[in-house]
Nanobody, 121 residues
Framework: VQLQASGGGLVQAGDSLRLSCAAS????????MGWFRQAPGKEREFVAA????????YYSDSVKDRFTISKENAKNLVFLQMNSLKPEDTAVYYC???????????????WGQGTEVTVSS
């Protein structure tokens, strides 16, 4: 599986941004797609996840009600719509895929290269 994330940029607090992740290769092996982020000097953290059929969705408490994860199945695309962005959302955002398991927060198998999001105050 290959993952290509895009859509990051520099925005102001309160703005919106949409990240995209294109999956290719053995996408039939994917059970979950997830978004993670890593801020400078901090550990990588879970942001959101969606199962491949798109009917199970999970968010971290810090982004719930502001971010929306979705899929476009026909094109193997996963999106992260980020609204009401805050300076603390500044991070490199990674998409990832995993096969199997019930814990959607851990044990992802493949990772994209990351896309940087900077939110100025």
């Amino acid at each position: 599986v290959q993952l290509q994330a895009s859509g990051g940029g520099l925005v102001q607090a309160g703005d919106s941004l949409r990240l995209s992740c294109a999956a290719s290769g053995r996408t039939s092996s994917i059970d979950y797609m997830g978004w993670f982020r890593q801020a400078p000097g901090k550990e990588r953290e879970f942001v959101a996840a969606i199962n491949w059929s798109g009917d199970l969705i999970y968010y971290s408490d810090s982004v719930k009600d502001r971010f929306t994860i979705s899929k476009e199945n026909a094109k193997n695309l996963v999106f992260l719509q980020m609204n009401s962005l805050k300076p603390e959302d500044t991070a490199v955002y990674y998409c990832a895929s995993k096969r199997g398991g019930v814990n959607y927060r851990v044990n992802y198998d493949y990772w994209g290269q990351g896309t940087e999001v900077t939110v100025s105050s």
